[in-house]
Every structure is written in structure tokens, then in C-alpha cells.
């Protein structure tokens, strides 16, 4: 078949510049060029890109895209304008997959495929407008259940399909035990991301559980890159001061190698966000699953189709009144018990398994095929 995926104006692909969803979908689309399928990714052009280039069997077609603003209005603005420049070069499809705002709107013509919204955050209020879409598909239940609720006329609509674990280069991760006593972060360093929590939770256990331990940090703190500024960053070392050097800052790390090389030296992975209508799956956490960390989260709905507190992972309450001090106790606990974080650490690379790449590229072909050839079958996940 021919799919057309159509990802949004604020990164590149290949995925130099981080954004999980562009990861996601262009390991999928390399997934499905495998299969023989006939793939176009439409994104952002960077200058020294080509417009129009076939790279390991992909069609990238690109388009002038803009760094992410701090102005929700002024981002869907500026959608719009990527959105009618993406409409200018479609080419025809089978299915066309998107995770813009505008562009399941704008387009008309059925030549350039069925449309296939990827709702990769909580909705806000746009579900209703998307009744041409033929699949509404949520990367958990907890997002496939408030599009249902935002658009119970469109709940046929809705398709569950997870997000796929990143696929390791290496052999099989080594042993909690026998790793460095780190407690990781990776993603946007963004206040909604609850990194200021952890901080504050690390610092406060720095003379007690925490003494020979480091907390390492990872992920841009750029505005252009979703993270939340240099005034954000600023606070978080200053709070980090009284630890001395076992805060690390590390930035970003976009090369894959060096970045699965972090999560096998971590003992312990922590993703405290507090988004609750901003975070959708948790793919961060999934990918130190992969790598054996113990994964510890805050208590949002979206973790838990695939964590469960110590069984596959740890929660946290973030709702607490005291939320820092809930995490620094749940930490304390889970590092002063090694039989405890290592009997999770390996459920829950086990349970990772269950998200490879190839399971999920099943699922998503087998959704794909069922609207183009039985266009009016129903939801099968439902």
C-alpha cells in the first residue's frame, strides 16, 4: 500500500533534533518500507536538506517549518501556514497518517488517502472537527478514552495503538548491579515534566540514602526545542548547588548510540510529569525498560497500560500535597533494596519486549488495510 506520514513543522526527520513522535514514526516508516510498502514522510526542511530525496527506500519530502513557539495560539498559527504548504506537495496514498492540528481540516481530496489522525496528546476540544478522518488512533487507553469523551459521535473511530519500544544495538543490558549508582532523566527539561521534583527530591536524600549516588539529567532546556528556558534551568541549579557535582546537567543527546549507552549506566530511571493533559504515553520510560533501568513514574493515567507498581515499574504521587517529598521517599526506598529494583528492573524489560517493533507495525498495517479495503468495519479495538 502507499502511506503518506506527515509529521509537524517543528523538527526534522531523521530525528537530529530530538521529538519523540518523529522518532516513532520514522522507525515505522523505515518498518513498513521494509515490508515492501510505498512510503513518504512529509516534515520540516532544515537548511542543507533536500526538498525531495528517496533515502533507504523512503521518499522524504520536506517543506520550510518553524522552532516551536511559547504561545499555544501563535503554534497553531503557525501550523496552519506548514499545513497549507504540506497540502501543496501530496502526493496520492492509500493512507495518509498525521499528527498536525490543521491538516486532517483542511484536506479534501480522497486521492491522497484515507485520513489517519495520530493523537499523540490529551485533545482539546479539536476531535469534534476531525469527523472525515477514518481513524482516530491514540497511543494509549487513557488518550483513546478522552477522545471518546471529547467526541462520542466519532468513538467508532478511536484505535488504541501503542507507541513501539526503541530497538537496542546492543546485547542484552547488563545487570543492575554491576551499573554505576545514577539516577537518570531524559526528556524535555520543561517545568511540566516535573524536573524540578527530582531535583528537590535528590537534594533533600543527599546526606541520608542518596550520599554515594548521582543524578543525571538529560534533555534540552532550549525554548525551540520544547524545554523551558534558561530561567527554568537556572533554578533547577540552584537547587542542585548544596549537592555539589552529583547533579549533573547533561543536555541533550541526539545520537541514539550515545543515548542507549546513558540509559545502560543508570540504575534507576525517573519520570516524574506532572502534564496531566499533556502527557499521552510515557515513551521515555519505555525505552529504559529496554535497557533494564528501573523505571519509576508519577501516578498519570498514561503509565499504566504497560507499569505497575513494583511489578513492572514504581509510581510515585505526584497529587500528593507534598509531591518532592512523596518521590524522595519512593526513591529512598526503591535504591536501599537491590533484590526489589533488580527483580523489577528485569519484569519490566521483560514487559517491554511486548512493544518491539514488529509487533506494532503489525498492528498498525492490519489497521491500515482494514480501512482501505472494509472502509466502514468497525473499530476492532474497541
Known amino acids: 500500500m502507499k502511506i503518506t506520514i506527515v509529521l509537524g ?3 526534522p526527520v531523521p530525528p537530529t533534533m530530538g521529538g519523540a513522535v518523529e522518532k516513532i514514526w520514522y522507525s515505522l516508516a523505515q518498518e513498513f518500507a521494509r515490508r515492501g510498502h510505498g512510503v513518504v514522510i512529509v516534515s520540516r526542511k532544515m537548511p542543507g536538506q533536500p526538498g525531495d530525496e528517496i533515502v533507504d527506500e523512503i521518499r522524504h519530502l520536506r517543506v520550510p517549518g518553524f522552532d516551536s513557539p511559547r504561545s499555544l495560539v ?3 498559527f503557525l501550523d496552519f501556514l506548514y499545513s497549507l504548504r504540506v497540502m501543496s ?9 498525521t499528527n498536525t492540528f490543521w491538516l486532517p481540516i483542511l484536506v479534501r481530496d480522497p486521492n491522497r488517502g484515507r485520513i489517519y489522525v495520530h493523537v499523540g496528546r490529551y485533545p482539546k476540544g479539536q476531535m469534534r472537527f476531525y469527523q472525515r478522518a477514518a481513524r482516530l488512533q491514540a497511543p494509549s487507553g487513557a488518550i483513546g478514552r478522552a477522545i471518546s469523551s471529547e467526541a462520542p459521535q466519532l468513538s467508532e473511530k478511536v484505535s488504541v495503538i501503542p507507541y513501539s519500544a526503541p530497538e537496542s544495538t546492543s546485547t542484552a543490558p547488563p545487570l543492575i548491579a554491576n551499573r554505576p549508582k545514577v539516577i537518570l532523566y531524559v526528556g524535555r527539561v520543561h517545568p511540566e515534566k516535573g524536573v524540578h521534583l527530582l531535583v528537590d527530591a535528590f537534594v533533600r536524600g543527599t546526606r541520608a540514602a542518596f550520599t554515594d549516588w548521582k543524578l543525571m539529567i538529560v534533555g534540552p532546556t532550549e525554548t525551540k526545542f520544547g524545554g523551558g528556558g534558561q530561567e527554568y534551568l537556572s533554578t533547577l541549579q540552584h537547587s542542585a548547588a548544596q549537592s555539589r557535582e552529583r547533579v549533573i546537567f547533561a543536555g541533550s543527546i541526539f545520537d541514539s548510540k550515545a543515548l542507549e549507552d546513558t540509559f545502560r549506566s543508570a ?3 525517573v519520570y516524574p510529569s506532572l502534564a496531566e493533559r499533556g502527557e499521552s504515553f510515557g515513551l521515555a520510560p519505555l525505552e529504559a525498560m529496554t535497557h533494564g533501568c ?8 498514561c ?3 504497560f507499569i505497575r507498581d513494583s511489578e513492572t515499574g514504581f509510581i510515585f504521587d505526584h497529587r500528593s500535597n507534598a509531591p518532592a517529598e512523596s518521590l524522595r521517599q519512593k526513591m529512598e526506598t526503591v535504591i536501599g533494596n537491590d533484590a526489589v529494583l533488580t527483580r523489577v528492573g528485569e519484569s519490566g524489560h521483560r514487559k517491554s519486549t511486548e512493544y518491539s517493533m514488529a509487533r506494532v507495525a503489525d498492528r498498525f498495517i492490519a489497521d491500515f488495510s482494514s480501512l482501505i479495503h472494509n472502509p466502514d468495519v468497525a473499530n476492532p479495538n474497541r
Open 294 to 301: 528501573g523505571v519509576m513514574v508519577s501516578s498519570l493515567d
Open 74 to 76: 501563535w503554534l497553531k
Open 303 to 305: 503509565f499504566s497500560d
Open 267 to 269: 540504575r534507576l530511571f
Open 89 to 97: 506537495i501530496l502526493p496520492e496514498a492509500d493512507i495518509l497518517v
Open 9 to 11: 513543522a517543528f523538527f
